[in-house]
């Protein structure tokens, strides 16, 4: 089993990422991406998955923190790609639902952050909240697609999916598939390609039921792959065995360990 978004290295989990990671191993989680959310973050995310085989990580800058983002940043990140545990940037996209960042902030760090996916040669890892249109366009005009990735954390309608779907790109499931009101997410989880899904905690957010309210973990994400697998009628193997592939060709792993 995988967990394809996780943020172990937050201070949600100090003191207790050797455990965390064992409780995961436990639960038959082999595989981890680590994302950073800012440049400290990114740091953060590559120095656990420097220590652990089977941690990988993603670098960027989160929508969220765009306005506070400067060249130097961006440079000192483009560093980091370099990292042979570095299989990803992201998390980045647009979040029009919070608006932490002004809008124009954020269209601008996402380009940048594309551009450098480009010359590092790596996947996306992309947040979208209520700004599908801005960022499908964004997308478009910096041939972002060309790039593959995965829209986390998907909560869109099967139209928007299908959008996502024919540009190549995954859609990762979180705890939230686990809630009584995904109704549309459902549809989606029933209707996707197979060889296009995967799954993730975003932990420490988005706990699954029956720990929702409660701090996510990696070991919880057996119950995302568990639920998918009864939406789609299929056993939980089939689901582990699909989003494992998955995971590996997208983010090419192993690529070390």
């Not at 859609?171 to 995904?182: A, D, N, P, V």
Request: charged letters at 25%; a negative charge.
């Amino acid at each position: 089993m995988i967990d394809s978004h996780a943020h172990i290295h937050f201070d949600d989990f100090k003191g207790e990422i050797p455990q965390v990671i064992e409780r995961a191993r436990q639960a038959g989680v082999e595989t981890i991406i680590n994302v950073g959310t800012d440049l400290e973050s990114s740091r953060q995310a590559l120095e656990i998955g420097r220590n652990y085989s089977g941690i990988y990580v993603a670098i960027g800058f989160h929508p969220h923190e765009a306005a506070k983002v400067t060249r130097e940043d961006l440079a000192a990140l483009k560093l980091l790609a370099a990292d042979q545990k570095v299989v990803a940037i992201g998390e980045i996209g647009l979040d029009y639902y919070y608006e932490h960042s002004p809008r124009e902030a954020q269209l601008r760090i996402l380009r940048e952050q594309v551009g450098l996916a480009h010359e590092a040669a790596l996947p996306l890892i992309i947040h979208c909240r209520d700004a599908f249109q801005d960022c499908f366009a964004i997308m478009d005009e910096e041939e972002g697609w060309k790039r593959g990735g995965v829209f986390h954390c998907f909560t869109g309608d099967w139209g928007i999916a299908q959008k996502i779907l024919k540009k190549g790109f995954y859609l990762s499931f979180s705890g939230i598939l686990t809630f009584k009101k995904s109704g549309n997410l459902r549809e989606v989880a029933e209707k996707a390609p197979l060889e296009k899904i995967l799954v993730e905690t975003d932990c420490p957010y988005l706990a699954p039921e029956p720990h929702r309210g409660k701090r996510n973990e990696p070991a919880y994400v057996q119950l995302v792959a568990q639920r998918l697998a009864e939406i789609r009628g299929v056993s939980l193997s089939v689901i582990d065995e699909a989003v494992t592939r998955n995971l590996g060709e997208l983010f090419r792993i192993p690529k070390v360990d």
